[in-house]
Each structure stands twice: as C-alpha cells, then as structure tokens.
C-alpha cells in the first residue's frame, strides 16, 4: 500500500524557519518525482515545489511565491522528502501536503497520483 | 505564468444531475491538464490526467474533455459522494498552477 505520511508543522514566528518531512513506502521512492502542494485556510490548492528523480540529478522547480526562502531536498535512502521553510511570512500558513508525481509514458505528462494527509504550518507571533 | 480559470466557482445541483465544470487556460497546454476532486479536510484526490484519461478506480461518471485552452470536467449523474470542490491543475510548464476551484454542493 502507498502511504504518505508529512511532519514537521507547527506554530512559528513570522522570519522564522520550519522543516517538514514526508516519509513515503509502498512503491520506489527513488524513481520518483515528488512535490509539495499547500492550501491555506480555506483557499484553493497552491503548487510549492518539485524535486526530480536521481536520473535527473535531484533538480528542482519552485513557485514564484516561495522561490528563494524554501529549499526541497530529498534522501533516497530514507524513503524521505523534505521541505526547508526560511524567512517564514503570513502568507506561508497553510497545510502542506507532499505528493508524487507520476509521469503518463506516452505524454510525458505528469500528475499528483498519491497524497499525504498535509501537515499545518502556522506563522503568527 | 500559465493562469487557470473555472467556472463556476460554484454550484448547486441534485443527486441524478447532469454536472459540468468548465476550466480555461490563458494560453494554450495541449492536454497537460488534470482534475482533482477534494472534500472537508482531505488531501485531493486525482480524477482524470491528460485531459481525458480517467485514472483507475474512478468511476466512469467522470469524463473530461478539451485540449488547447479550454477543458470541461462533466459528471454525469451526481451521486452524494460528489459533493466535493474540484481543481484543475495544468503541467504544461512550470510553474503548475491550479484553478480556482469549483464547490459542488446538495441543492
């Protein structure tokens, strides 16, 4: 069974930082790209982050919003991703959700096939 | 960036209805384009991928259409486990962006 499973959240101080996790079994993590996809309270969903697979070399895509101040990273050997918050605004409140993005053979095309349950980050003083 | 409008954000139908929910894109993404549907508290749940491709375990209710920049996501006879908010979501290029997302609930 395919389990997801993120860590990490909490209540943080704005300018502050957080590192969330999200230990995956169930399938080869290693093969995989995984993103991180939030949603603050009561809004709509809201793309993070990408990291690719080790055939291509771990690289990484961000959005616009985070680009900078959040850092993905992931450990293969753990079955493990990670998502380093830096310099943590209001608007980073949210729960944070990990996801792994299967790639359609035929297309190339990619899509968020399985979830974690989301970890709620909060950033308030 | 690539922006996703649904329509209507919003949306009250029956059991047994007909249910259509539209999303375009300001620029043209071929099929790069999937639909999640989300309830209370949950992580999203992936409907369809490539526009069109009904992923496994779905029921067959659930149907997407449209290429280029405008996509339909129709179910075709609401049953009470569809009352959720849909997203779609394209990845067509970075950065995946999602729609606004339209709440489907019990007239």
């Known amino acids: 069974e395919v389990q997801l499973v993120e860590s990490g959240g909490g209540l943080v101080q704005p300018g502050g930082s957080l590192r969330l996790s999200c230990e995956v079994s169930g399938f080869t993590f290693s093969d995989h790209y995984m993103d991180w996809v939030r949603q603050a309270p009561g809004k709509g969903l809201e793309w993070v982050g990408r990291i690719r697979n080790k055939v291509n070399s771990h690289t990484t895509e961000y959005a616009a919003s985070v680009k900078g101040r959040f850092t993905i990273s992931r450990d293969d050997s753990k079955n493990s991703l990670y998502l380093q918050m830096n310099c943590l605004k209001t608007e980073d409140t949210a729960v944070y959700y990990c996801a792994r993005a299967l790639i359609d053979r035929i297309t190339g095309s990619t899509m968020f096939d399985y979830w974690g349950q989301g970890t709620l980050v909060t950033v308030s003083s | 960036d690539i922006q996703l409008t649904q329509s209507p954000s919003f949306l009250s139908a029956s059991v047994g209805d007909r249910v259509t929910v539209t999303c375009r894109a300001s620029?043209?993404?071929?099929?790069?384009l999937s639909w999640y549907q989300q309830k209370p508290g949950k992580a999203p749940k992936l409907l369809i991928y490539t526009a069109s491709t009904l992923q496994s375990g779905v029921p067959s209710r659930f149907s997407g259409s449209g290429s280029g920049t405008e996509f339909t996501l129709t179910i075709s006879s609401l049953q009470p486990e569809d009352f959720a908010t849909y997203y779609c979501?394209?990845?067509?290029?970075?950065?995946?962006?999602f729609g606004g997302g339209t709440k489907v609930e019990i007239k």
């Open positions: 979501q394209h990845v067509n290029s970075y950065p995946l962006t």
């Open positions: 620029q043209g993404i071929s099929s790069y």
